[in-house]
């Protein structure tokens, strides 16, 4: 596609609810991240993929944050028995490039329009 | 843990004023990235500096990374309504992470 899709745009869910946002990045693209805005902040990093490959989870921020890339493609964060501290705005960005290193991430960001958590 | 500092949050400014947003890391970056949050909108890539001393312009926005690789700046020059948002930079750490300022938040007085 022309560029990063997430959906849903806004999502309300009750406390205690299951929910699973997801990215479409641009066709090609080898690096995934997903962070987590909270309104008036910085993006906040959750994870890392090259292609399939989950290279860093270190920001989720507790094991009910899951996401997963299964083909390299598409990717899914779900977020389960949620709280209202998890309400956020969740970006999605893909980069084309890798860089030297495994680990290397050089290269302009693409970011979706992000996701709107709402935790009632 | 490794920050990237960026200052300061808000800067309010009569349009045609300049304007400038700072950041400074704690230790040395490998490169670093400024973005453009809209109100409402999602970052968008300004440009990345990876050299020592790096000078970029763009029009009217001039991008500059320090000698040491440890701060950047962005200066805009004669602000206008469509420059209103939030300016972020992104530095690449020795960990390979990116790390994100809060933001400065450009806004332009009635």
């Known amino acids: 596609g022309a560029g990063v899709s997430q959906s849903p745009r806004y999502k309300v869910a009750k406390r205690g609810q299951d929910v699973a946002l997801r990215c479409d990045p641009i066709s090609g693209h080898v690096s995934l991240f997903w962070y987590q805005q909270a309104l008036g902040q910085g993006p906040e990093f959750l994870t890392y993929f090259q292609n399939e490959a989950q290279l860093d989870k270190s920001g989720l921020p507790s094991d009910r944050f899951f996401a997963e890339r299964p083909e390299g493609s598409v990717s899914t964060l779900k977020i389960q028995r949620t709280q209202q501290e998890d309400s956020a705005v969740y970006l999605c960005?893909?980069?084309?490039?890798?860089?030297?290193?495994?680990?290397?991430?050089?290269?302009?960001?693409?970011f979706g329009e992000g996701s709107r958590l709402t935790v009632l | 843990g490794q920050q990237v500092m960026q200052i300061p949050q808000y800067q309010h400014v009569q349009e045609g004023e300049d304007f400038t947003t700072y950041c400074n890391s704690s230790t040395t970056l490998s490169n670093i990235q400024w973005y453009k949050q809209r109100p409402g909108g999602h970052p968008v890539f300004l440009i990345q500096l990876v050299k020592s001393g790096e000078v970029k312009k763009q029009k009217r926005l001039t991008f500059q990374f320090g000698e040491a690789k440890k701060n950047s700046s962005l200066h805009i020059t004669a602000t206008q309504t469509t420059d209103v948002g939030t300016y972020f930079c992104?530095?690449?750490?020795?960990?390979?992470?990116?790390?994100w300022g809060a933001g400065t938040k450009l806004i332009i007085k009635p």
């Open positions: 992104a530095g690449l750490d020795s960990n390979y992470q990116l790390i």
């Open positions: 960005a893909s980069s084309r490039r890798q860089g030297a290193s495994r680990y290397e991430i050089t290269g302009e960001l693409f």
